[in-house]
């Protein structure tokens, strides 16, 4: 590779990272993930900067927390003056292209992106704001409930299907487009999927793979809704449990078909990475999800909170000069945006004291890292901003509304016992509670949330009185520039539309 290398980003929707211990787990049916993990550093402790789509995604973006960059929940918008790595790398020269999703909220959706390929799977206004004003009040036509989870099973198309499918095929096409050659700059491709998100439902192909699967089973089991902390107990309240009697194969169902949706994902990956090959391009690739899914660990499902399953996600980076190797120390999607640009020599000196991430280059060669991991949750079923810090085996989640979480990850890694009232481990609450109180004013914190909220509920409700102009990315493509017009030269157009020439 040559001059400044093309990247690969590959980006997924709630993937548990903890089937991720150094790759994807053995029993998995993911052999494409499995090769590219075989030449990638992987980060076993990798973290959402915060574990809900839109959140995740503009951190992941940005390299900065929802505190900084304001988009908090999944109807704040993303600011057009927050550079992102696209922006980055399109300044120094790339050509950036998205396929898939990002969640961008707001009238600009690409965000340094030169191009798009699809429009979103979800909308781009402030109609999914959450009301800290009403605390408890679910918002039934956009909130989660408990239907995904038993309406589990088999189906050939659904609507997160046919948008991956979609996403896939065009990602696949633009690569053709790359080898053609007739844009010489590098370029950074992203193709971002919506699955394994719910609702659980996979194609045949797929769902018979885990048919005598032994994971199908949470390791922790339901408990009781008393037994819960303050803020499982929102979520359980925001997802409707009350309403829905969830059955032992209910949950099996749901699992085996979130399994199923890895393997259909692993597909598109392996599409993706063959006409990469094909095409003799090479390429950074960098594997990546926005956030976990608990899975029914504990009784809890999708998102929302700082437990492993809903926090922790895959991190893989495969890419000249780094050596194949596990890589233990936490680390963040916050890192993303400033190894990227490390990896291809572009500086991002005039923005780093403004960004919450690190480059991975240095970690990934061997050495070594201390600094926290910060996390920040303010959107749906919380009532005041979380935040947590994820601190070498410590994990110490803060919240004004709740009592404070300590866990032990090394002796705990399921996060069963809270030792934040425990003495013996006083002096490690009082350490973390400092470095957690010297980086977030939480009053402040929840007064900027609330502002928000307040000021997108306004303008939601008077720009949907009267005419009503929709901020959804158009992907629009002309027909007359495709395939033969009598305005192109036919010889041409034959020579330069093929690849390899003269083969």
């Not at 999703?101 to 781009?124: N, W």
């Amino acid at each position: 590779m040559t001059g400044k290398p093309n990247i690969l980003i590959l980006m997924v929707d709630q993937l548990n990272g903890t089937l991720f211990p150094d790759g994807p787990a053995d029993w998995l049916h993911a052999p494409a993930l499995k090769a590219l993990a075989a030449r990638s550093v992987r980060f076993a402790n990798s973290y959402t900067a915060s574990p809900l789509c839109a959140p995740g995604r503009a951190a992941f973006m940005s390299g900065q927390l929802p505190s900084r960059n304001r988009v908090y929940d999944n109807a704040a918008e993303f600011a057009s003056d927050i550079p992102t790595y696209a922006h980055h790398l399109r300044r120094a020269g790339y050509q950036t292209c998205l396929s898939g999703k990002m969640h961008f909220v707001g009238p600009d959706q690409l965000h340094g992106f030169e191009s798009r390929l699809t429009t979103d799977i979800y909308p781009a206004d402030f109609g999914w704001t959450p009301d800290y004003r009403k605390p408890g009040e679910r918002i039934d036509w956009w909130y989660h409930n408990m239907g995904s989870v038993t309406g589990a099973g088999v189906a050939e198309i659904t609507n997160q299907m046919e948008y991956d499918d979609e996403v896939a095929f065009n990602a696949v096409q633009k690569l053709y487009d790359l080898s053609r050659g007739a844009d010489t700059r590098p370029w950074c491709l992203t193709v971002s999927f919506t699955h394994p998100h719910d609702p659980y439902v996979a194609r045949r192909k797929y769902w018979d793979l885990y048919e005598d699967c032994d994971h199908l089973s949470p390791e922790v089991p339901a408990m009781p809704y008393e037994a819960h902390d303050p803020h499982s107990r929102r979520i359980f309240d925001a997802n409707d449990w009350l309403n829905y009697d969830l059955t032992e194969e209910d949950i099996r169902r749901s699992r085996r078909a979130y399994f199923a949706n890895i393997s259909y994902l692993d597909d598109k990956i392996a599409e993706i990475m063959e006409t990469l090959e094909a095409t003799r391009q090479e390429a950074i690739v960098v594997f990546v999800s926005d956030h976990g899914d608990m899975l029914g660990e504990r009784g809890l499902w999708y998102k929302m909170n700082f437990y492993e399953g809903s926090s922790r996600v895959p991190l893989m980076i495969a890419a000249p000069g780094l050596d194949p190797r596990l890589v233990v120390a936490p680390v963040s999607t916050l890192d993303v945006t400033p190894t990227l640009c490390d990896l291809a020599g572009v500086s991002m000196a005039e923005v780093m004291p403004w960004t919450d991430g690190t480059s991975l280059v240095a970690l990934a060669g061997g050495a070594e890292r201390s600094a926290p991991v910060a996390m920040e949750y303010a959107a749906e079923a919380s009532i005041a901003p979380l935040v947590s810090l994820r601190y070498g085996r410590w994990k110490y989640n803060r919240c004004t509304a709740d009592p404070d979480q300590l866990f032990d990850l090394e002796t705990d890694p399921q996060e069963r016992t809270n030792l934040a009232a425990d003495p013996a481990h006083a002096g490690t609450l009082a350490a973390l509670k400092a470095k957690s109180e010297a980086r977030w004013d939480l009053e402040r914190f929840d007064a900027e949330v609330r502002a928000s909220q307040a000021r997108r509920w306004v303008v939601y409700e008077a720009l949907r009185n009267g005419n009503y102009f929709p901020w959804d990315f158009q992907p629009l493509r002309d027909a007359s520039e495709r395939y033969m017009r009598n305005h192109m030269d036919l010889n041409l157009l034959e020579t330069s539309n093929r690849f390899p020439r003269g083969e």
